[in-house]
């Protein structure tokens, strides 16, 4: 069996991971010339094991230690810089975790109050061993790994279109390359923000997964802050940051749906960010916004992923709809592709929830 997967974002690579250890063909279609040139590698690389999406939850926790034996051998991976969280909901599987595995005490959280800069403090939870992962690094490990289960991977290799009949009967690649499937060849969709593209083009169902825009913005101060702080996650005033060499990346967690390649900041969103920044954090009065960017985060409508058998067309699998939570589930979740791959698993993943 032929298994082509377009896309070599987190998605694409987590899925041709899971999938290599079996006996089939597994060949990745990437229309750039590196990996995870989008929403993979422009974001803010916040590693957080708490979370209160319930079929998120444990997922995100064996992320933690899927990186743990990453690291074993591969050196660091998670700089543990600790990160605070104003959570609006309590991830209420946290304890029932604990007790299933005692030794995970390592990623529990505490409620805490940490003092700011002017005399300002915040309380909330703190989990020490959260913090920023290497995402660059992260993509070149598991590349090395697919490459040597045998995964073949080309780049400059855009899918601009499918032939469908109740099945992709093929796809054509640059415009010009048509590539035929078998009667048991499966298509992988794990194309990220440009997913269900490739099936409206066709006038195919796809499931509702919508590109969101958010900017992200680099500032940096004349001189360091006379304390350390983690990561600030506060959900509540929808607003974190996070410390990076030579100063702080941060957001004001704007969103708003865009075309899947809009990566085109918005001069708009600089006071909207300056505006919340000195309003929650006044200390930060003297840094200025060294650069800022767009990147894309792409949910479906329950802002759960993706994952299983398309209802309609036979033999096409959807991982898709991360949104943001990408590099947080990746090594956590390869386990779930797995299952619902080869066992056609129903799961709250599955895209025929949406009809």
Known sequence: MNIHITGCGIAGITTALALSESNNNIIIWEKEKLPGMYATSKNAAIFRTYESDPTLSFIAKQSYYEIEKIEKTEGPLLNKTGIFIDPMEYDYHETPYLKKFPDASAISSEKKRIELPGGKSIEGLYLASNGVLDTHALVSILM???????????????????????????????SNQIINLNDNDIFINAAGSWAPSLLKKNQQ???????????????????????????????KQDFYIRPETGGFLAS?????????????????????????????????EDYRIAKYWACIRTFALDHHPVIGY??????????????????TIATGIINNIKDIFFKNLKTPFSPERFI
């Open 205 to 235: 169902w796809a499931p509702p997964v919508i590109p969101h825009k958010r900017h992200l913005f680099f500032i940096k101060g004349a001189t360091p802050l006379p304390v350390s702080i983690p990561v600030i996650w506060s959900e």
């Open 310 to 327: 398309d209802p309609f067309i036979n033999n096409l699998f959807w991982v898709s709809g991360w949104g943001g939570r990408g590099m």
């Open 144 to 174: 090395k790994k697919i490459i040597a289960n045998g995964v073949t991977i080309n780049f400059n290799s855009e899918i601009t279109s499918l032939e469908t009949d109740q099945k992709i009967i093929s796809f054509t690649v640059n």
């Open 252 to 284: 004001h967690c704007d969103q708003k749906a865009c075309n899947p390649d809009d990566y085109n900041s918005d001069p708009k969103e600089v006071n909207n960010f300056l505006n919340a920044l000195l309003y929650h954090y006044p200390f930060f």
